[in-house]
DNA sequence: GGTTCCTCGTGAAACGGTTCATAATGTAGC
DNA sequence: GCTACATTATGAACCGTTTCACGAGGAACC
């Protein structure tokens, strides 16, 4: 290894005097190799080696244009859920040799905003993005701009944005129409803002079968909302609760992570799930069927939503926009529901 | 909104001709406002407006320069430990306004120097990387052409790359050493390949112990090589293993994903645990103490790692490289060691 | 009224690639 | 020996920004 300069990266004309070539030949080589003879390809690539040259990337896009890597913007990288769809998405891309990016929102528009913008600026062919609110202005702005957008976990409110999402009101539902076969007639739902569709919609998902089942869901139903959407958030909310001396007979939780909390708390407070209390979660995450009392869950298919959703924003921007819908489905477990005897 | 020209996006030249000024007032506006007169800067606002222009980040990178966005590969994306990691990372960065973008190389070397040229070309400041392999080479070179490198979770074989790492060997040591302490004379352990350091570091350690112990590694210990590094890996491991006819005393697993496949095998098998079987996990996710058999595990500080490495990142590539190793700690749960009475 | 200083705005030169029309060279055919 | 045609290599234009030396126009001062 020869000395290197202290500091520019060498650039494709230093690679060109090095080999004795013009520079449209060394980019050739790079990118038509089989235009070029091979005693000449051989010398520049010797010159590449040597000085160990890199593309620069932003120079070779900003004239060629476009990039095969896409973009996902999910709410928390540190969910399971939102990681076994991005196992999905990459599996899909993998087959077109496509790139993927995660970025995590963590609830924040600001923050989903910066890397939008990022994404954009740097011309990915497509962004997905679990969206932090409700407002998707910004969302249609960047598909007339010419970047593909597709919504994640979330039905789109616009014709024109494709969307790739489960059903979480039918979600909401179900859980509470389980935990009112199993004899509650009240439900205390630990949820995320409603700024946070998702979490609106399996409100909504839940007054509807408390009300279609004549219950008031003004008193059937208590809403706390929890600070952050995992354990600790799920433990503080849990504690909370029960140090205000309530002690409810079922527990829905957003999450299986917030459940996961739960869990730990009445554990320690020695309340007996589910004779005490039921506890039913959200996403039927791989652990919750291990658990010391395994986790009635809401499965949503994370590998399929992934998957489809690469699936639109490879179909290209002049597709027309689909919005696919898939239907959750309630796994039943020792944490909601006394075993037969 | 006026319609759209249904290609090419507005370039500066665009809102400049629109606003009637020059391609530098535009840009002026852009990034020092201040130099502007208020009256010309709204004009060019509105035309920024009015074109839905967005900055070409490629145009600006090339011209400008850097960018303050690091990226980081890691080998599982769905792999708690490393989203644990990963959220230590981001919330360092935020500190500083900078950007994350987080890939996975799923193991695969190829897709490791896929995603490390991509993060090279596009001139990010540095790049956190779980190498796939034992041969850092290309990560050396990458180094020396100017982009600062970090080794996550793995030593540094090289004193010019700095790298946070826990130390494995000494994890692999905690767990055998708890599972001789309980009693056991022969452990199985079910690895990942030896070319992830991780997993022959750990393997060192386990054969190290079993030696001071007086035993002999050769029939001690028995290495199992899992197909992937999750639960549907344990659980096909184990089930291969008990098919054979083999019914060892311990296990020690991996990770706890793999523990988690493990131990839905064994109780569909009905085989106790501790009991029949006592079982170790390794990185102490989250559900581990909260699971059926809360299990054994070794802890590794996944924040700290990750808000160090983005420390060092952010020194700038001139700091000297350092070499930050955590240790491990065993957190002794219920799949090992039958409660006291 | 002339000099000096400031504030704004301009225009052109980079940045480092890709692409394309064109030139140079060699080969074949007649 | 001339034309026709490949095959390779060249060089300049171009992509869309940022940056910087410079000019125009006022204000302030003597």
Same mark, same amino acid.
Do not use: F, G
């Given at each position: 290894m020869t000395q290197q300069a202290a500091h520019r990266r060498a650039s494709i004309a230093d690679v060109a005097r090095a080999a004795g070539v013009s520079v449209g030949t060394v980019s050739n080589v790079l990118? #038509? *190799?089989? #235009? %070029?003879?091979p005693a000449t390809r051989e010398r520049v690539e010797a010159a590449i080696e040597e000085l160990s040259f890199v593309r620069n990337g932003s120079a070779r896009q900003l004239r060629a244009g476009t990039i095969t890597t896409i973009g996902a913007i999910v709410l928390d990288i540190a969910n399971p859920f939102f990681t076994d769809v991005a196992r999905g998405i990459e599996e899909r891309l993998d087959r077109d040799d496509f790139t993927l990016m995660v970025a995590s929102s963590d609830d924040d528009p600001d923050r989903e905003q910066r890397y939008l913008r990022l994404f954009e600026e740097h011309g990915v062919q497509g962004v997905m993005v679990v969206p932090a609110? &409700? &407002? !998707?202005e910004h969302l249609l702005a960047m598909r007339r701009r010419g970047t593909g957008v597709v919504l994640l976990d979330r039905p789109s409110s616009d014709p024109s944005i494709s969307s790739v999402a489960v059903d979480d009101v039918r979600g909401g539902e179900l859980a509470a129409r389980h935990l009112l076969d199993e004899g509650h007639t009240r439900i205390v739902f630990l949820n995320g803002p409603h700024t946070i569709r998702q979490c609106a919609d399996r409100h909504e998902g839940v007054v509807k079968e408390l009300a279609a089942a004549g219950l008031d869901p003004a008193s059937a139903l208590q809403e706390i909302t929890v600070t952050s959407l995992n354990a600790e958030g799920g433990e503080a909310a849990i504690r909370r609760l029960l140090e205000s001396g309530e002690r409810p007979t079922a527990v829905f939780c957003v999450n299986d992570l917030v459940a996961l909390g739960v869990l730990r708390t009445l554990r320690t407070e020695n !309340? @007996? %799930? *589910? @004779? &005490?209390m039921a506890v039913v979660g959200y996403d &039927? %995450? @791989?652990f919750a069927a291990e658990l010391s009392t395994p986790l009635t869950s809401i499965r949503q298919p994370t590998h399929e939503l992934g998957a489809r959703a690469a699936d639109l924003l490879l179909s290209g921007p002049d597709a027309t926009a689909e919005h696919v819908m898939f239907q959750p489905t309630l796994v039943v477990r020792g944490s909601s529901s006394m075993p037969a005897r």
């Open positions: 990118n #038509r *190799p089989e #235009r %070029v003879l609110t &409700d &407002d !998707i !309340i @007996a %799930v *589910p @004779a &005490d &039927d %995450v @791989a």
